[in-house]
Structures are given as structure tokens and as C-alpha cells.
């Protein structure tokens, strides 16, 4: 059971830990000291390592009911604001965290029919319209020296609609 914070060494745990920490911006609370090879902020507490994320949550809310995890809601491992902390079942953690398949690259376009390629090595879906943009930009950097092969993403694409790959090719800003 932690200290806390309205207790002298309460205080003063909460100051270590808010000195360990950098703010990025975006609200979280980044672990800049050791870290767990995972990503979790590392603190020692009372002689023991402890998960910094659920050391904050018990100094600033209260403690973490028995069987429960500590949810990121900001899914960023290394941040310990109290605020993007939540304990959660570990069955209810484990759906949250698991990799929702995306169905839309960053720009928007379909991670579907045509447009998706996967990458037979590393298996990640790609887009192929911004793989396209992407190489048109890659060769303009490169101009003139010499291009290397490049595997072309769209010499596979065996039966697809060449004019709709050119259209959503076209839609991509540049
Ligand atoms: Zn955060
Ligand atoms: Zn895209």
C-alpha cells in the first residue's frame, strides 16, 4: 500500500515522480527515467521497482482494486497522468489493446480491394495509393542519380482495375 499524497512521504514520492517525468503536449505525463523493456516507466518505491503508471494512479487517485490493470486511455505505455489511467479487468485490457484491423489508411483511402497490398514478408496491410505517392516522391528526391530497383507495387495487381488504381492514385494529394 502506497503513501498518500497528503502524507509527508506521500509528498515526497510524488515528487520524484513528477520530476521523472516530461510533458509532451498532448496531455500525457512521459516517463523520461527507466523504463521497463515493454515501455512502462520503472520507479523505486520503498527499496522495490515498481510500474511508475501504477504508482501515479495510487498516489492520485487511490488505490487499484484487487485483480484489476491499469488501462492506458491514451494507449501510450510510458505515460503515468492519473487522468488517462483507468483499472480495468485484465480481459477488458487485453480487447482494448488488441490491434484494431484498420479499414482506412491515414489519408483515408480504402484498406480494402484493390488498394490493399500486404506485404507477403511482414504481412502489414498497405495502401497502395500512398505507396504510389510515396515512390513518385522518392524518385523526384533521388532525381538524377540513379534509381534503384524498386519493387513496383502494382506489377502484381494481376487483374485489378487499372483505371480505378489510377483514379485513386489521382485523388491522393500531393
Ligand atoms: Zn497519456
Ligand atoms: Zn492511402
Redesign the pocket.
Known amino acids: 500500500m502506497l503513501p498518500s499524497v497528503s502524507t509527508e512521504s506521500g509528498t515526497k514520492l510524488a515528487k520524484r515522480l513528477l520530476a521523472k517525468v516530461t510533458h509532451d503536449g498532448?496531455?500525457?505525463?512521459v516517463w523520461k527515467a527507466n523504463r521497463h523493456y515493454l515501455g512502462y516507466g520503472r520507479i523505486q518505491v520503498e527499496g522495490s521497482s515498481r510500474y511508475a503508471h501504477r504508482v501515479s494512479y495510487e498516489l492520485f487517485v487511490g488505490p487499484i482494486p484487487e485483480g484489476l490493470t491499469i488501462d492506458?486511455l491514451?494507449r501510450?505505455r510510458s505515460?503515468v497522468?492519473p487522468k488517462?489511467l483507468e483499472p480495468v479487468t485484465h480481459a477488458e485490457n487485453m480487447a482494448r489493446s488488441a490491434p484494431a484491423t484498420k479499414t482506412h489508411c491515414k489519408n483515408g483511402h480504402p484498406l480494402s480491394g484493390p488498394n490493399l497490398y500486404v506485404n507477403a514478408t511482414s504481412g502489414r496491410r498497405q495502401c497502395r495509393a500512398c505507396m504510389v505517392v510515396a515512390r513518385a516522391r522518392y524518385e523526384e528526391k533521388r532525381r538524377p542519380r540513379t534509381v534503384p530497383p524498386y519493387s513496383d507495387p502494382f506489377t502484381d495487381r494481376g487483374s485489378y482495375d487499372t483505371d480505378e488504381m489510377d483514379a485513386i492514385a489521382a485523388s491522393v494529394k500531393p
Open positions: 498532448s496531455g500525457c505525463w492506458h491514451c501510450n505515460c497522468n488517462h
